[in-house]
Nanobody
């Protein structure tokens, strides 16, 4: 059974920080890219960022660049999303997603359809 489990979501004040974790089990995703997306109420799912299999390529969306950082621990099979200087507009359910294609690729994958497995999401709420 393949599973991605996000954790770390919480209520935080504007300007604060959170670190989200995405733990994988049932299959080793260390050979594949992992992405983070978010979805606010009434809005479409939005790309946040992605990291290649070994962390050699990392890309963040313009809306979070300079504030959010994606990293991964291949030993723990966990990907992280460090979020600093949070804003109320960052309020959303955050999802991690993993590919099951193109092992060892350094390409950047922006679209949700490019990912094969998804977690259940974790709520991040930023109060003003």
């Amino acid at each position: 059974q393949v599973q991605l489990v996000e954790s770390g979501g919480s209520l935080v004040q504007a300007g604060g920080s959170l670190r989200l974790s995405c733990a994988t089990s049932g299959r080793t995703f260390s050979r594949f890219a992992v992405g983070w997306f978010r979805q606010a109420p009434g809005k479409e799912r939005e790309f946040v960022g992605t990291i290649s299999w070994n962390g050699g390529t990392v890309y963040h969306a313009d809306s979070v660049s300079g504030r959010f950082t994606i990293s991964r621990d291949t030993v723990k099979n966990t990907v992280y999303l460090q979020m600093n200087s949070l804003k109320p507009e960052d309020t959303a359910v955050y999802y991690c997603a993993a590919r099951d294609r193109d092992a060892y690729s350094f390409s950047i994958y922006f679209r949700a359809m490019e990912y094969d497995y998804w977690g259940q999401g974790t709520q991040v709420t930023v109060s003003s």
